[in-house]
């Protein structure tokens, strides 16, 4: 089976601009969820998916939106980009979400400039 | 915020020597999770812990789990190089779906 697959790798923005990240789950998984992993603050939940809706959301601004399509693959946005929202933005799938193991994409790393 | 918190923070230690991680969390949960991430990568799941169960293990590796002391730990015996990586407990509270929330991590080194 392919694992979680995070597009772009990379990515280099500047203040204001906006971006989309991409996460294709591992097949079968209907549950998403996304973290943004920075040094002083570890690993944020931002929000989880399931079957197209939006069942858990984190503290973050309204800025942080994301979506699930039908065949569960998932974005996120990021609007009015600020130099603190420069980090590694990690997928995870699973089976179901609650005790589902957590299937992690090797993440999209971003840089505001 | 966390829920998890890890202790240490930083651990050196040499090869073949066993390596134990704590972690600490705030609110009642279902199961505990610990997860291993290289560098720069994303995070692999090693095991899960229900809030039943004391103690687990899987192949090098044991967890327990103090729910009275909302505590838990994970021990690596014979470490090898390879272990070298950040490791993470992860916590899903109780009620249903709730979101999974991770500690800052224990960032293990081991020596050759």
């Known amino acids: 089976k392919a694992g979680v697959t995070q597009t772009p790798r990379y990515l280099i923005k500047t203040r204001g601009q906006q971006v989309t990240l991409s996460c294709s789950p591992i097949s079968g998984h209907r549950s998403v969820s996304w973290y943004q992993q920075t040094p002083g603050q570890g690993l944020q939940f931002l929000f989880e998916?399931?079957?197209?809706?939006?069942?858990n959301k984190g503290n973050f601004p309204g800025r942080f939106s994301g979506r699930q399509f039908s065949n569960s693959r998932s974005e996120m946005n990021v609007s009015t980009l600020e130099l603190g929202d420069s980090a590694l933005y990690l997928c995870?799938?699973?089976?179901?979400?609650?005790?589902?193991?957590?299937?992690f994409g090797n993440g999209t790393r971003l840089t505001v400039t | 915020s966390q829920q998890g918190e890890e202790d240490p923070q930083a651990l050196s230690i040499q090869e073949g020597e066993n390596a134990t991680m704590n972690c600490s969390y705030k609110t009642s949960i279902n199961n505990l999770q610990w997860y291993r991430q290289n560098s720069g990568r994303g995070l692999v799941h090693l095991i899960l812990?229900?809030?039943?169960?004391r103690e687990k293990h899987s192949g090098r590796l044991r967890v327990t789990l103090d729910t009275s002391k909302k505590s838990s730990s994970l021990l690596i015996t014979a470490s090898r190089a390879a272990d070298t990586a950040s490791y993470f407990c992860a916590t899903g509270g109780l009620g249903g779906y709730q979101k999974v929330t991770f500690g800052i991590g224990t960032k293990l080194q081991v020596i050759p």
């Open positions: 812990i229900r809030s039943n169960e």
């Open positions: 998916y399931f079957s197209e809706t939006q069942r």
């Open positions: 995870a799938s699973s089976l179901t979400g609650g005790d589902s193991p957590l299937h």
